[in-house]
């Protein structure tokens, strides 16, 4: 039998931002069998929630040398060569574009000759979009050049990308600027050039700071590895960064911020949040379990099935998962709701509706809650609802507003325990001590059981942390546990109380730019203040 080839994918992966991944990007990492790192935190990476690896896929980092350095380009190609060698699919992630930003033309070439083929996933250029994330127009510096030196060697000083006048961006590593320095100055270029250093450019890390090119030879301050990758902006443009820095300038940039839900519940909250510039870390306090007694259930389904109901009510993700497991559990899917009135309590629950397959029929327009959805029911009308039954599966400590509503509006019922909810196990230690000593920007409450299981799991979040909540209920309940409430959305939604934390932050920032002072985050701000009112 023929022996099948590996193939090998270079994939480049942009400056940093992951929401920079190309769609090819995302379907090359779903297929690979082995993913191949130049460096450790390049597999934070991975975790973006638009990436589904392979089961069983590994992931290979190359490692910098005791030189600061990663491998040369012959060392790389090896151990590519080593990984596809066994007729597997390897993606080799590269920084920004990989013909551009980075040497991968060796290793490519070394594909050719062991007989593998390659192939190449484009990326955005970290040496066009980290100037961008700077707050550079290099559209108006005056002519603009481009270098890539990651292995720390300059081109020779005659050549045209030094030239002195206009902008050159330079990516190159940290212990290499004494270098760059030297062969910026034999080129001709000024000692008081202007020079701008980004590190980490287009993630939450990212930091920036203004030099000339003689203090370039200082080194970078905050002082970093001698192998951190650094973008270097020199002549004009630098100029008018103050007024285009858009990306750090973000209300939220770099706030690690706290979201007690698991990760799929806090999906859209957190994207939200990444969008502001923040660093979300979900902390699950809640675990979701079976109902003590399933023959609830196993009734109301059947009941479902052999037209019992008029209505089906949803409060909670939670509470479609458990319903459609009950359904394959019996063989049944989404056409059995044919002919069924379904009604959720949100948006957040009617997607999770729809990626069943169904269209619910009332969502309410104004308030998104069991409040919100009883003024917007229709009152039981016995001459057009042929049937006065609803069926609301819940949570064992779902408030009865709901099914109290419904009866007042002429309705039955039947209201079902669909799933419990116990309190999580408590996070690790790390966790806990950033949630009391304050390393937390922000702490973002959703409902008052995560605000009871957070406190009962991991302690009080710190004096500084920024308090924000959902809702009144919810605001209620952290009062009642001795914190202060910062920020409360207007609408209970979880898109609203991340809008309600970023312009809290962009008030806070314009305060302190008011003064004329710098805008440390909260973590960085130490207050005694006791919480509570």
């Known amino acids: 039998m023929p022996v099948t080839k590996g193939r090998v994918i270079f994939v480049g992966i942009g400056p940093g931002d992951p929401s920079l991944l190309t769609l090819g990007a995302v379907a090359a990492l779903a ?91 484009p990326g955005v ?6 100037p961008e994330y700077a707050g550079v127009a290099l559209h108006h510096a005056g002519g603009t050049h481009f270098i890539s030196a990651m292995d720390g060697r300059f081109p020779k000083v005659h050549t045209a990308q030094w030239a002195t006048v206009g902008t050159v961006v330079i990516s190159t590593v940290a212990g290499a600027l004494g270098d760059l320095v030297k062969a910026a100055l034999a080129a001709g270029r000024p000692e008081d050039d202007h020079a701008m250093v980004t590190r980490r450019g287009g993630s939450i890390e990212q930091y920036t700071w203004s030099t000339t090119l003689a203090g370039l030879a200082d080194g970078p301050a905050p002082e970093l590895p001698d192998d951190e990758p650094v973008h270097v902006m020199l002549g004009i443009a630098e100029e008018k960064r103050e007024d285009l820095s858009w990306f750090e300038s973000k209300p939220l940039f770099g706030w690690r911020v706290l979201v007690p839900r698991t990760k799929d519940q ?22 979701v379990e079976p109902p003590r007694s399933p023959q609830q259930m196993d009734k109301a389904v059947r009941g479902l099935v052999e037209g019992r109901y008029e209505w089906v009510a949803f409060t909670s993700v939670n509470a479609v998962k458990a319903v459609r497991e009950k359904f394959e559990e019996y063989g049944l899917d989404a056409r059995a709701f044919s002919g069924l009135k379904v009604a959720t309590v949100g948006d957040t629950t009617a997607a999770a509706l729809q990626a069943w397959g169904i269209e619910p029929d009332l969502v309410p327009s104004g308030e998104q809650s069991s409040s919100g959805l009883v003024d917007e029911w229709p009152p039981y009308d016995d001459v057009l609802d042929p049937i006065n039954r609803v069926f609301l599966p819940r949570a064992d400590i779902a408030t009865e507003v709901l099914a109290a509503g419904l009866v007042e509006l002429g309705w039955e019922v ?25 390393r937390f920007d922000a702490v973002v409450f959703t409902s008052s059981s995560t605000v009871r299981n957070l406190v009962g799991i991991a302690g009080k979040p710190h004096a500084s942390t920024v308090i924000a909540v959902i809702g009144p209920a919810t605001a209620k309940t952290a009062h009642e546990h001795g914190l202060r409430v910062d920020v409360q959305a207007s609408k209970p939604s979880a898109i609203e109380v991340a809008d309600a934390l970023a312009s809290f932050a962009a008030d806070r920032r314009d ?18 203040a006791r919480r509570g009112r």
């Open 125 to 130: 250029s970290s040496l066009t979009a980290v």
């Open 31 to 121: 297929e690979a069998s082995t993913i191949i790192l130049d460096r450790e935190e390049m597999a934070d990476m991975l975790a973006h929630p638009a990436i589904t690896l392979t089961e069983g896929s590994r992931v290979v980092t190359l490692g910098i040398g005791d030189n600061g350095r990663l491998p040369a380009p012959s060392a790389r190609a090896r151990t590519v060569l080593k990984h596809a060698g066994d007729g597997t699919r390897v993606v080799r992630l590269v920084a920004g574009d990989p013909f551009l930003d980075n040497g991968v033309a060796d290793e490519a070439a070394a594909c050719v000759r062991g007989g593998i083929d390659f192939e190449v996933v």
């Open 414 to 438: 039947d209201d079902v325990t669909a799933y419990r909810t116990v309190r999580a196990a408590p996070p690790p230690p790390e966790i806990r001590d950033a949630i009391k000593s304050g």
């Open 266 to 287: 806090a999906e859209p909250l957190s994207n939200r949040l990444r969008g502001y510039g923040g660093d979300p870390e979900e902390v699950p306090t809640i675990s």
């Open 511 to 528: 305060d302190y730019l008011a003064r004329g002072e710098a805008v440390p985050k909260p973590s960085e701000v130490r207050r005694n």
